[in-house]
T-cell receptor, first 112, second 114 residues
């Protein structure tokens, strides 16, 4: 039972580079989320999806894009990496709003 | 959005003692709360949840209490063990405009000493 799987676990990017953070879940959850967590802080919502083909912005979407072509996958794209995007990124999914969200183990991203 | 906040940033307890982690919320319409545990280098792990039609819910060694009058909830961990050392977050879903994403507080760091 894999749950939520995120890849890569670690990455270092140079300013201006692009990359895609992968997230996959095998629980047939409709709701998926991307959060970022800065040191000593709680999680902030970047983007969310309530089902395949449906995505929307969260609290801090600038500099990111997402897609949701299947129920299982919800990749997060950074187009022009900036130092402010250095953070730990978590993907989560849930069956419904009143069920707990399940989290992956995160991608630790440094931009230098 | 309205905040879910934690009273103390750190809590140190001796192994075997009971731990109590507190959380205040500001939205009186909030009706679902979740506690998560986050160990170093890992994602938040679900511990227990509670809906607003309940005052108390028990799990294995954990109990969550909800006081809607003062908008406060607490997580009690019985017979705290070294493996309980982690950061604990309370969280509540935001509204449908954000897909019911979770609103997290900053967290309380629990340190269990032998």
């Amino acid at each position: 039972n894999a749950g939520v799987t995120q890849t890569p676990k670690f990455r270092i990017l140079k300013i201006g580079q692009s990359m895609t953070l992968q997230c996959a879940q095998d629980m047939n959850h409709n709701y998926m989320y991307w959060y970022r967590q800065d040191p000593g802080m709680g999680l902030k919502l970047i983007y969310y999806s309530v089902g395949a083909g449906i995505t929307d912005k969260g609290e801090v979407p600038n500099g990111y894009n997402v897609s949701r072509s299947t129920t299982e996958d919800f990749p997060l794209r950074l187009e022009l990496a900036a130092p402010s995007q250095t953070s730990v990124y978590f993907c989560a999914s849930s069956y419904s709003p009143y069920q707990p969200q399940h989290f992956g183990d995160g991608t630790r991203l440094s931009i230098l | 959005g309205e905040s879910v906040g934690l009273h103390l940033p750190t809590l140190s307890v001796q192994e075997g003692d009971n731990s109590i982690i507190n959380c205040a919320y500001s939205n009186s319409a909030s009706d679902y709360f979740i506690w998560y545990k986050q160990e170093s280098g890992k994602g938040p792990q679900f511990i227990i949840d509670i809906r607003s039609n309940m005052d108390k819910r028990q799990g294995q060694r954990v109990t969550v209490l909800l006081n809607k009058t003062v908008k406060h909830l607490s997580l009690q961990i019985a017979a705290t063990q070294p493996g309980d050392s982690a950061v604990y977050f309370c969280a509540e879903p935001l509204n449908s405009n954000s897909g019911y994403a979770l609103n997290f507080g900053k967290g309380t760091s629990l340190l269990v000493t032998p």
